[in-house]
């Protein structure tokens, strides 16, 4: 056994209903905080972060980061002299943050109110002419983050799903990421495990806080783990889906994966072991499918604004970007399988 295993320097604070005691503490000594969240989540953020000091509310946030929209937040950080980047919400929130750190190197704390994991990762992602670039910088890591179930609490139960299941996609690219190590699948299948215990759990009593936290928990693991792994192949195919044609970031990623895990599961004999395991299942596809049963299934790419005949040029986009290490060879061919059964909603290795 031989491998590097990098650690991000993180606090983790992480409690129901301590985010206000825990903002003033992990934001100590800051003078001008740039605070980024959605317009619809400009009131509640407000009132969380009303004893600091808030030089500049912003609320011009996007989905995929347009660098349009990223050089506009950097030139009001600028202006408003901010020392530190508060980003209160989900990934598009976050990551407009890291946007402004990649090119400033000020510091963030993050408030995550969605299961999207961005904020334990130093990946970055700005879209430009229907291209979405990412990359990894330890600049964007934020150096806090305020885990607060509580602020999970409005979100509707088919967002929740969706966005744990999005986190679900990083547990499975942890397993046979470029970089990835047996500290990743460990990480990786512990958050499998609360997944599937706690996804149901909020599908069942969404106003009770026991399975949020357990999401919460599963999003953080599976983040962590896939920034130390790297993007496999699932994320190299959502990361164009999402930029070229502007489709909804966690859906995307729920309606891909069953058809990813299935076309490398035979090749990766461990970490489908693994998988298998936390779904408590004799198999990691069919683990993935019962879950996905009990949840009500998910939207198929068609559904989600993305027509036939997008799937030729995806595949064009896609196959360059393919990760040299997949557990078994991609072809163009093996990538339009897995889109057209991703568009059509079939059944995961039947098309």
Not at 124 to 140: A, I
Request: hydrophobic share 45%.
């Amino acid at each position: 056994m031989r491998f590097t295993h990098d650690t991000l320097a993180q606090q983790v604070r992480f409690g129901s209903g301590t985010v206000g005691d825990a903002l003033a503490e992990v934001t100590a000594g800051a003078q001008r905080i740039m605070l980024l969240c959605t317009p619809r989540e400009s009131e509640r953020a407000a009132a969380i972060t009303a004893g600091l000091p808030v030089a500049l509310a912003y609320h011009d946030v996007a989905m995929h980061v347009p660098i349009e929209v990223a050089d506009r937040a950097r030139t009001a950080a600028a202006d408003a002299q901010a020392d530190l980047l508060l980003c209160f919400g989900g990934g598009s929130a976050i990551g407009l943050a890291k946007a402004v750190a990649l090119t400033s190197s000020l510091p963030i704390v993050a408030v995550p109110t969605t299961y999207s994991g961005s904020e334990a990762t130093s990946v970055w992602g700005l879209t430009e002419d229907g291209r979405k670039t990412t990359g990894v910088d330890p600049r964007v890591a934020p150096r806090a983050i305020v885990y607060d179930a509580e602020l999970t609490l409005g979100l509707p139960v088919a967002t929740s799903t969706t966005s744990g299941l999005n986190a679900l996609a990083h547990c499975v690219d942890a397993m046979w990421g470029p970089r990835a190590d047996p500290i990743d699948r460990v990480l990786a299948a512990e958050s499998a495990r609360a997944l599937r215990d706690g996804l149901p759990a909020v599908s069942a009593d969404p106003s009770g806080l026991p399975g949020r936290e357990q999401v919460l928990y599963a999003a953080y693991l599976a983040a962590t783990a896939f920034s130390s792994a790297g993007s496999g192949l699932h994320h190299k195919i959502c990361h164009v889906l999402g930029g070229a044609f502007d489709l909804p970031h966690a859906p995307t990623h729920a309606a891909v994966l069953p058809h990813v895990l299935a076309f490398n599961a035979t090749a990766a004999p461990e970490a489908e072991a693994r998988l298998a395991a936390a779904f408590g299942a004799d198999g990691a596809v069919a683990g993935l499918a019962a879950l996905y049963a009990e949840l009500g299934g998910v939207r198929p790419l068609r559904d989600l604004g993305m027509a036939e005949n997008d799937i030729d040029p995806a595949v064009e986009a896609i196959a360059p970007l393919v990760p040299s290490g997949n557990p078994r060879p991609v072809t163009s061919a093996d990538l339009h399988r897995i889109l057209s059964a991703a568009w059509s909603g079939a059944a995961p290795g039947t098309v």
